[in-house]
């Protein structure tokens, strides 16, 4: 801003002195026989700057002509003359004929031609997410070298959503602006907030000055870890060896950096044996030795945990799939070691239950027996099955049956069980002794002694035990009027046939005798 000298000097006779416009600065040509000489003695600028110029100009100059640049004539800092309000130049003027000495006094008067002016144009703020309500961040000022009113005035803050401007004085009037949170931030809401600084002088026209505020939103740990799912469920055959994946659980943390890191782990001890979960991933693996008998789904709980030890958790449910790894049992419910052999058929022999722990066809059993032997297995109620005689039985043809029972499920493949029954038969009295010959004949010389062997009858019994033991019994019959006693005599156990008395050939020349076989059963059966 130029220093011109353009005013009205009054000397002390109240005189008005004008100042023509000169041809140049500094060098005013005479235009009347007056001559004025004008000598600044003295000029007062700020902070006690000093110094003198001398300018001659006409009487009867007219009312606001130039005289000259003061400040450039005196190579005066013009920032440092605006920085004084009121900025002002005081000097003295001495006329000549009749001298006279008159003080003059220059106010140099502001103009409202800066506009307010940002050191930046832009400024980057990062807040934490975690700053209260109340937090103020102070702000570069802006600068407008005017002074008075149109120097800087005042700022407005655009949007106002979080924050609001406070701009007090310091010390000495400086002003200063402070942005003051007012509403919480979020960064997962918004990580970046853009805001226009305006700052206003007080001229007219007002001017006005902006600066960009980016505020970076820096994350504070205040969400905790979220599943993607409340349930996972996976399916595992029973055999599925150490290290088989089985599914992976995810959760997110809407905070950022470390604080959206998360570390997953069961919950409980339960089933560590049986699988593994990776810390970082969420991978969830086997790592024992399933059992679909032993446990047909597991339930396992496991936890996400982000730095600040915030936590969510979420169920994983697992079905175990039956293999078909096991083979059908047998159990001996009642078993009839020994049955007559006259049993009816239909018997009942032995009971048993069978079962396979697999399930679905895996667990479906049939049970069977040899299709040539007399029995049958047929099932009673679930589980359960008997074993039956299903034809008549013959001990002295068949005495004992090894009855093998099979169990085969409906697996792929099928696993079976044998189980193997001796069964006996026992001997009823079925069976009459029989003769090894249906008729004996022997000679005998006469006269033979009394007492003398004849002969054996020799009679087998099929069956067995008391049933089989034979004794012989002579027929009474009559001989010559005489009972066959009288002629000979059988032996009970052996059967040898001894002659009682001597035979004389003159009076009998032949005779028969009976001998029955008898066998020691209840009733006895004879021939």
């Known amino acids: 801003m130029p220093v011109e000298l353009r005013h009205c000097c009054t000397s002390r006779k109240n005189r008005s002195v004008k100042f023509p416009k000169p041809s140049t600065a500094g060098n005013v040509d005479w235009v009347r026989k007056w001559q004025l000489q004008l000598l600044i003695l003295c000029i007062c600028a700020a902070e006690g700057v000093y110094g003198q110029v001398r300018y001659s100009i006409p009487e009867e100059m007219v009312k606001g002509s130039f005289v000259g640049n003061i400040a450039e004539?005196?190579?005066l800092d013009v920032k440092r003359l605006r920085s004084v309000s009121p900025c002002s130049l005081h000097f003295q003027i001495i006329l000549d004929n009749p001298m006279e000495l008159h003080r003059v006094d220059v106010e140099i008067l502001d103009v409202n031609d800066n506009?307010?002016?940002?050191?930046?144009?832009?400024?980057?703020?990062?807040?934490?997410?975690?700053?209260?309500?109340?937090?103020?961040?102070?702000?570069?000022?802006?600068?407008?070298?005017?002074?008075?009113?149109?120097?800087?005035?005042?700022?407005?803050?655009?949007?106002?959503?979080?924050f609001t401007l406070?701009?007090?004085?310091?010390?000495?009037?400086a002003r200063f602006v402070e942005m003051v949170l007012q509403t919480g931030l979020d960064r997962e809401k918004q990580e970046e907030h853009t805001l226009v600084l305006t700052a206003f002088d007080g001229g007219s026209p007002q001017k006005s000055g902006t600066v960009k505020i980016i505020i970076t939103v820096s994350d504070a740990n205040d969400n905790a870890p979220v599943f993607s799912q409340a349930v996972y469920k996976a399916s595992l055959a029973e055999n599925a060896p150490k290290g088989t994946h089985v599914l992976n659980v995810s959760a997110t943390d809407a905070d950022n950096g470390v604080n959206a890191e998360v570390r997953y782990s069961f919950s409980g001890r339960t089933v560590v044996d049986l699988?593994?979960?990776?810390?970082?991933?969420?991978?969830?693996?086997v790592n024992g030795n399933l059992d679909f008998e032993t446990s047909k789904q597991y339930e396992i709980n496991v936890m996400a945990v982000d730095p600040g030890d915030l936590t969510d958790s979420c169920k994983v449910v697992i079905d175990i799939i039956d293999v078909n790894d096991n083979a059908p049992v047998i159990?001996?419910?009642?078993f009839?070691?020994?049955?007559?052999?006259?049993?009816?058929?239909?018997?009942?022999?032995?009971?048993?239950?069978?079962?396979?722990?697999?399930?679905?066809?895996?667990?479906?059993?049939?049970?069977?027996?040899?299709?040539?032997?007399?029995?049958?297995?047929?099932?009673?109620?679930?589980?359960?099955?008997?074993?039956?005689?299903?034809?008549?039985l013959d001990r002295e043809k068949v005495p004992e049956y090894n009855i093998t029972i099979t169990a085969v499920d409906e697996g792929s493949p099928p696993y079976s069980t044998n189980k193997t029954l001796t069964l006996k038969l026992i001997d009823v009295n079925d069976n009459a002794p029989v003769f090894q010959q249906k008729s004996y004949t022997v000679q005998v010389v006469e006269n033979n002694p009394p007492g003398s062997s004849l002969l054996a009858v020799k009679a087998d019994d099929a069956d067995s035990h008391s049933n089989k033991y034979v004794s012989y019994i002579l027929m009474e019959k009559e001989i010559s009027g005489m009972s066959a006693s009288s002629f000979i005599s059988v032996n009970a156990e052996s059967?040898?046939?001894?002659?009682?008395?001597?035979?004389?050939?003159e009076q009998m020349k032949d005779f028969q005798v009976y001998v029955k076989a008898q066998d020691g059963g209840s009733p006895p059966l004879s021939s």
Not at 275 to 285: S, V
Not at 495 to 505: E, K, L
């Open 73 to 75: 004539d005196l190579g």
């Open 115 to 162: 506009a307010p002016v940002f050191p930046k144009k832009q400024l980057k703020l990062n807040i934490s997410e975690g700053a209260v309500s109340g937090a103020r961040f102070v702000l570069e000022s802006a600068e407008d070298p005017d002074v008075g009113v149109n120097t800087l005035q005042s700022y407005a803050l655009s949007p106002t959503d979080h």
């Open 166 to 173: 406070k701009h007090p004085s310091r010390t000495g009037g």
């Open 275 to 285: 699988f593994h979960i990776n810390t970082y991933t969420g991978q969830i693996t």
């Open 331 to 334: 159990t001996l419910m009642s």
């Open 336 to 392: 009839s070691k020994e049955i007559p052999e006259d049993s009816a058929p239909g018997t009942v022999i032995a009971m048993l239950n069978i079962k396979d722990v697999d399930s679905g066809k895996n667990g479906q059993v049939k049970c069977f027996i040899s299709a040539h032997l007399p029995f049958q297995v047929k099932s009673s109620s679930s589980n359960f099955y008997t074993l039956i005689s299903d034809r008549v």
């Open 495 to 505: 059967g040898v046939i001894h002659a009682v008395r001597s035979f004389d050939f």
